[in-house]
């Protein structure tokens, strides 16, 4: 432990904390220093958590603290793994709680800042299946996931090449190789020019070439707008899939709900939602009042100054010295109802924290159950799909659910009447100890005073007499008040047992009646059962190879009516083909030279001469080459195009990030909806309970 805190010492006096911590410092430091110590370090690694933990309620600084470490994946030491305890210790500030997760957050600073940086773009949204429904909601959810997707594979490859260490000497190397290469390709390009310049009606044919080479481009660009369009149908039809799915995920819940298991959940949902509204709402919003409230009169009162404070601080005391004769009066007076009822207010107040805290249980367990239904339903789907059959029967599986559950409430009420118990044993041995040590000291100032006074023992022996004479009092009292109660008590009971036995007995008679007709519907019911379940296991097998047989065939007519128009294309382009080499063969043939002309092979010698005189002249002129013209206009044409596209990108991204504002802000209210239904279950279902303990 020594060296742990040497350790967290010798960091924190190093950049960027700069401390100035000794051992004995540290270790005195209070549990508001300390927290605020652990939130500084969290701000190193992730600058979202720079906060003043005075201006920032308990409750959500364990919250927030809880989150980033259980995204940085701390795990707590084998003394602390309950995670009530270690959130407890957290909220309070106890060493043994925050040395372990100094110790842990100093050893590795860099990792974890790597790892909080990836954590705000790569936890992923969860967002309910009721939502996904609406085809706006599923496809921004879809780009969310590609986006994700290609962060991460950008990251892995920004650290590829922070890693790889490339040199300035190889890439002066590169650059000398490739300014050789266009040398080359220069001379390599006047070697052309000079050979195309000896052939007849070259311009004519660079002509032809550049419209060949423009006639393949638009080609590419067909063929990547037709992969595109195949892409768009291959995600719509997974899109349909999944709509699929979910409609019959939706049909199965329906049809296996039931009228009772419908009224439950609604009855738990109006008490859940009456505890919220009755209770917790009002507290809160009174909280809140009273907060801006004081906050209003801090902000109303003028600036204070130093005297200010002395005289503030010279009051507070005045009304300490006031509160502690105030408690030693009562202490005098042994007035022991006042000690009962707080008793009872320290009781009341665990009992509140308690609901507090398993209402937070139990909208994790909600959570959970809502995540383990739907892999249910996903599993169920899938067996579906691939043998047509279920699981596990109904019947069956809902005996087991509900041993299951029967067994797993009795262990919860019981781990948690002993979780009480051991709460309320602890409580009750301090304020022992305490009032204890509070005795201890007004007897010895009083033995004191009798000591001067020269009565010494006088007040022990008053004391004796007065207990002894009041619990005589009370035994006698309590004697005859038992005796009469019992005896009236018997006269009732076999009074009502009478009434009840003559009221009972038509029932009983009617009762029996009633079992024997139930017991005949049960074995009918039965019957009925499994002749149903037998016809329908048959008819979805049937069905099942009847939409497989469907399938083959409509894939294989798709087939078909693909290679249909594969052929007929390929027709129309030999037939377009051959009308054009029978025209040029009678243009050819033909002895008018009007038609010669006309023929393609006319032109393009033609083209060809009017390129190589072009070209003469040109190289005469000093004039630059079509290649380098062509390179410029391009360059310009992809410069318009940025300079257009600029502005309503950056408008899409803006729209993107006020999108993931929005969902952000739908998350968080769909979280605080949940804990705020799950709270008012527990409090409703145990709270007679716990009143009584």
Not at 86 to 101: D, Y
Not at 129 to 158: I, S
Not at 163 to 191: C, H, N, P, W, Y
Not at 375 to 390: H, I, L, N, W, Y
């Amino acid at each position: 432990m020594s060296d742990q805190i040497k350790f967290i010492v010798e960091k924190l006096n190093k950049e960027p904390f700069k401390k100035n911590y000794n051992l004995i410092t540290f270790d005195s430091l209070e549990p508001m220093q300390l927290l605020q110590v652990l939130n500084d370090v969290l701000a190193e690694i992730d600058p979202k958590q720079v906060v003043d933990i005075r201006e920032e309620m308990p409750d959500q600084t364990a919250k927030r603290m809880l989150s980033l470490l259980g995204i940085l994946k701390y795990k707590p030491p084998g003394n602390a793994t309950d995670m009530s305890t270690f959130r407890q210790g957290l909220v309070i500030g106890s060493k043994p709680v925050i040395h372990p997760v100094l110790h842990w957050l100093l050893q590795r600073t860099n990792e974890l800042k790597k790892r909080a940086y990836l954590a705000r773009f790569l936890i992923k949204l969860e967002v309910p299946a009721e939502f996904l429904q609406d085809e706006t909601v599923a496809d921004t959810n879809k780009q969310y996931e590609e986006l994700m997707e290609g962060f991460k594979t950008l990251h892995k490859e920004c650290e590829q090449l922070k890693t790889s260490g490339f040199s300035t000497a190889e890439i002066r190397r590169d650059i000398s190789a490739m300014e050789e290469e266009k040398d080359q390709l220069i001379k390599r390009v006047e070697r052309l020019k000079k050979r195309v310049e000896t052939v007849q009606n070259h311009q004519r044919m660079l002509k032809i070439a550049r419209q060949l080479r423009v006639e393949k481009e638009r080609e590419e660009f067909l063929a990547q707008q037709k992969q595109e369009q195949k892409n768009q149908l291959f995600h719509a039809v997974q899109r349909l899939q999944r709509v699929q799915n979910q409609l019959k995920s939706m049909r199965h819940a329906a049809a296996d709900a039931k009228p009772e298991s419908l009224m439950k959940r609604l009855e738990e949902e109006i008490k859940f939602n009456s505890y919220m509204v009755s209770e917790k709402f009002p507290k809160e919003l009174d909280n809140k009042k009273k907060e801006m409230h004081f906050l209003q009169k801090v902000v109303s009162e003028p600036a204070m100054g130093h005297s200010d404070l002395l005289e503030l601080e010279a009051k507070i005391n005045e009304v300490n010295t006031q509160i502690n004769q105030l408690i030693e009066k009562k202490m005098m007076r042994n007035e022991p109802i006042e000690g009962k009822l707080s008793l009872y207010r320290q009781q009341a107040s665990i009992i509140s924290r308690k609901k507090e805290a398993k209402a937070e249980e139990l909208q994790e367990a909600k959570e959970k159950m809502s995540n383990l239904e739907r892999e249910v339903s996903m599993k169920a789907t899938q067996t579906r799909e691939f043998d047509g059959t279920e699981v596990l029967k109904g019947d069956e599986f809902k005996r087991y659910v509900s041993k299951l559950r029967s067994k797993s409430t009795i262990f919860k009420k019981k781990h948690q009447i002993i979780a009480e118990f051991k709460a309320e044993f602890g409580l009750l041995q301090r304020t022992e100890e305490l009032l204890k040590q509070r005795h201890e000291n007004i007897q010895h100032q009083l033995q004191t005073v009798e000591d001067k006074k020269g009565i010494s023992g006088y007040s022990y022996t008053q004391e004796e007499l007065e207990r002894v004479s009041s619990l005589k009092s009370e035994v006698d009292e309590v004697k005859g008040r038992t005796l009469d109660g019992m005896s009236e008590m018997v006269k009732k009971l076999n009074a009502l047992v009478a009434e009840k036995k003559t009221a009972l007995a038509p029932i009983i008679k009617e009762l029996r009646q009633l079992r024997q007709k139930c017991q005949e519907l049960t074995q009918e019911c039965e019957e009925k059962k499994t002749q149903y379940d037998s016809c329908a296991a048959g008819l979805e097998s049937n069905r099942s190879k009847l939409e497989q047989e469907v399938r083959g065939l409509r894939e294989e007519c798709l087939q078909e009516e693909s290679r249909y128009h594969h052929t007929n294309c390929l027709i129309r382009n030999l037939e377009v083909q051959l009308r054009r080499a029978t025209d040029e063969m009678k243009a050819y043939v033909s002895s008018d030279q009007l038609e010669k002309r006309k023929a393609i092979r006319e032109q393009y010698t033609k083209n060809i001469a009017e390129q190589e005189n072009l070209g003469k002249v040109n190289i005469k002129n000093g004039k630059k080459s079509s290649i380098e013209d062509r390179a410029n206009m391009k360059l310009r044409e992809k410069q318009k195009t940025v300079r257009e596209s600029h502005g309503p990108n950056m408008k899409q991204a803006k729209m993107w990030r006020d999108f993931e504002q929005l969902m952000e802000c739908k998350k968080q209210c769909f979280l605080k909806q949940q804990n705020q239904t799950s709270i008012g279950q527990v409090i409703q279902e145990g709270g007679e309970d716990r009143l009584i303990l």
